[in-house]
């Protein structure tokens, strides 16, 4: 059995388990390989825990089949699904402390971010689904002349998740509840580089009294956990959350092994449009929020901001003025409201970013820089650029960080187009006073999630995932259930004779 450790973090000690949770125990993996979490404000080694390898995932695949198959959990009563729900919740609670220090510590976000955002969100996500646990209903039908037909929603068996490292804390929840509430069972990867909160939760989920098998968690790579969840020849469905680019990986794996059920929650260009008639003081602080939240690594970040041509010289400069506010520092010490980015990696990714636009010719209206050697944590500056062309690489691709490009339109039909020119649909965002326009727009606009006279605002209960090649189905909401069941027919004969 793999022991915990003890980390000490923001002056709390919080014990950690280390080990792979494969059938409601910590265990070391088969191969016997560890590999570390690093703590991105200083660049040293936070914890070392057990790597996970493809006969892992064997195991607890093995483990959530037998959990599956358990009648009393499948079949079972769903309002024992709920009470669990709700019990996990309770315990997070009771933790709230050592959780939020963990998730801090582990990715690098603020205090007030992991305190006033993902950790109410993950609890709020958890008693939601709980209260969904028994209303996964059928529907009944004398339509069919001589039968009384229905339908039946159904578990739909084993589920594989993999989740990213920018919300580790929310996307476990977000992942586990709906499959847990209409009684599938979960083998589930955390991100290499952010994998201390699920292992914290899944001890959580012992406690509460889930029955041994229905969540198992394999800490390890994509290469080798992620790739075997995916190609699995026993799991039912899987659930990616990730880029593009991996989550195609997904689909071919599902493609080339058994045809299981795939959703994918992957990239986005955001724009964010700013009309004329906005109110330009609320404009800038959401459309700081829109880049400042978790330091531009959020998919549906507002990285494209368009500025009609009427209010263009005045936006920039109050923005500008706003983003000068943001303070770059480690947040451990709780004075700063950026801190690092999420690992060297994605660190020197944002830098190429950053070069390449200043190559292309856009200019840096602020920003532009790295805080510090690099050698003791990952810090960018707050990076503005303007005078960009469509067709610049900043303006196109995904950056996942701390950098937003600004520009110029005239035309309402021009801009809904521009906004529009991009592989991605995840999110978008316009300010205006028009509700009209608002109504308008929006349902011009090719994206999942659209806001008005706000940005970066997303809710449990509410739809969310892309158009295009920002993914395929949906998280949240009563609609993610769709995802977890399959749907049975059921025709009862009552008086149809034999064709025959």
């Known amino acids: 059995m793999a022991q915990p450790t003890t980390l000490e973090i923001a002056g709390r000690k919080v014990s950690v388990p280390t080990g792979l949770f494969i059938n409601g125990e910590f265990v070391a993996g088969k191969a016997g390989k560890t590999f ?206 990730g880029s593009t680019v991996t989550g195609r990986s997904v689909l071919r794996a599902s493609a080339d092994s058994n045809l299981k059920k795939v959703t994918l929650e992957l990239g986005g260009k955001s724009p964010n449009i700013i009309f004329p008639d906005a109110d330009l003081e609320e404009a800038v602080e959401w459309s700081a929020w829109g880049i400042n939240m978790n330091f531009g690594q959020t998919c549906h970040a507002g990285t494209r901001i368009y500025v009609h041509e009427d209010v263009y010289d005045k936006f920039p400069e109050l923005y500008t003025a706003r983003m000068k506010k943001v303070t770059v520092g480690n947040p451990s010490t709780g004075k700063y409201d950026q801190g690092p980015q999420n690992s060297k990696l994605q660190y020197d990714k944002i830098l190429g970013y950053i070069e390449a636009g200043t190559d292309e010719g856009a200019k840096v209206h602020l920003g532009g820089n790295a805080v510090g050697s690099g050698k003791d944590g990952y810090f960018i500056e707050p990076t503005i650029f303007t005078d960009v062309k469509p067709d610049m690489k900043i303006m196109r691709e995904r950056i996942f960080g701390p950098v937003v490009a600004v520009s110029k339109f005239n035309f309402e039909e021009q801009i809904v187009a521009a906004a529009n020119k991009t592989t991605y649909g995840l999110a978008a965002g316009i300010f205006t006073k028009d509700y009209e326009r608002a109504v308008r727009v929006t349902s011009k606009l090719r994206a999942g999630t659209a806001w008005v006279n706000m940005y970066n605002f997303v809710h449990w209960s509410m739809p969310f995932g892309g158009y295009k090649e920002s993914g395929i189905g949906r998280e949240c909401g009563e609609v993610a259930l769709e995802n977890y069941t399959e749907v049975k027919t059921v025709y009862l004969n009552m008086g149809v004779k034999s064709p025959s």
């Open 36 to 241: 570390t979490s690093e703590d991105p404000g200083t660049g040293k080694t936070l914890a070392t825990v057990c790597e996970g390898m493809p006969e892992d995932v064997d195991l607890a695949v093995t483990a959530a089949r037998k959990a599956y198959e358990n009648e009393s959990w499948s079949a079972g009563n769903p309002a024992d699904r709920s009470a669990l729900l709700h019990k996990l919740a309770d315990l997070m609670e009771a933790n709230k402390d050592d959780i939020v220090a963990l998730e801090c510590a582990d990715t690098g976000k603020t205090y007030k971010q992991c305190s006033n955002l993902d950790f109410p969100g993950s609890v709020g996500t958890l008693r939601y689904y709980a209260g969904w646990a028994d209303k996964v209903l059928g529907q009944s039908s004398f339509n069919v002349p001589g039968t009384f037909s229905y339908t039946q929603r159904q578990p739909i068996g084993v589920c594989g998740q993999i989740i990213p490292w920018n919300f580790p804390l929310l996307m476990f929840i977000w992942k586990i509840c709906p499959a847990v509430a209409t009684g599938c069972t979960v083998v589930i990867k955390s991100a290499e580089t952010t994998p201390l909160t699920a292992l914290y939760c899944a001890n959580l989920i012992k406690e509460a009294g889930f029955p041994p098998g229905v969540v198992n968690l394999v800490s390890g790579f994509g290469k080798t956990v992620g790739s075997a969840i995916a190609h699995h020849m026993d799991i039912d469905k899987v659930a990616f959350t």
